[in-house]
């Protein structure tokens, strides 16, 4: 069974930090584009990073340009989202999802998604 698991997220103070994992069971990531996505309660799901294939490739939201950084291991089959200065508006689930793609693009069907993980930033 090809699965997706999401860990790292909790309760964290605004301008604190966290990092999400997301690790491959069932499959190996290296040949897959991961994207990180998060939606927040009456809102819609927004993409907030992407890492292709090679991982020579990452994009990001603007709300989250600068203070996110995504990275992958494939030795690990595990790809990560380190958060930094996080506010009270990261508040949501974080879901990855993966494609078998070779660079990020605005897919709509992603092929295989999370469960997803609760962060919230609130003092």
């Known amino acids: 069974q090809l699965q997706l698991v999401e860990s790292g997220g909790g309760l964290v103070q605004p301008g604190g930090s966290l990092r999400l994992s997301c690790a491959a069971s069932?499959?190996?990531?290296?040949?897959?584009?991961i994207g990180w996505f998060r939606q927040a309660p009456g809102k819609e799901r927004e993409r907030v990073s992407c890492i292709s294939r090679s991982g020579g490739s990452t994009n990001y939201a603007d709300s989250v340009k600068g203070r996110f950084t995504i990275s992958r291991d494939n030795a690990k089959n595990t790809v990560y989202l380190q958060m930094n200065s996080l506010k009270a508006e990261d508040t949501a689930v974080y879901y990855c999802?993966?494609?078998?793609?070779?660079?990020?693009?605005?897919?709509?069907?992603?092929?295989?998604w999370g469960q997803g993980t609760q962060v919230t930033v609130s003092s």
């Open positions: 069932g499959f190996t990531l290296d040949y897959y584009v």
């Open positions: 999802a993966a494609i078998l793609r070779y660079a990020c693009s605005n897919y709509v069907e992603w092929g295989i």
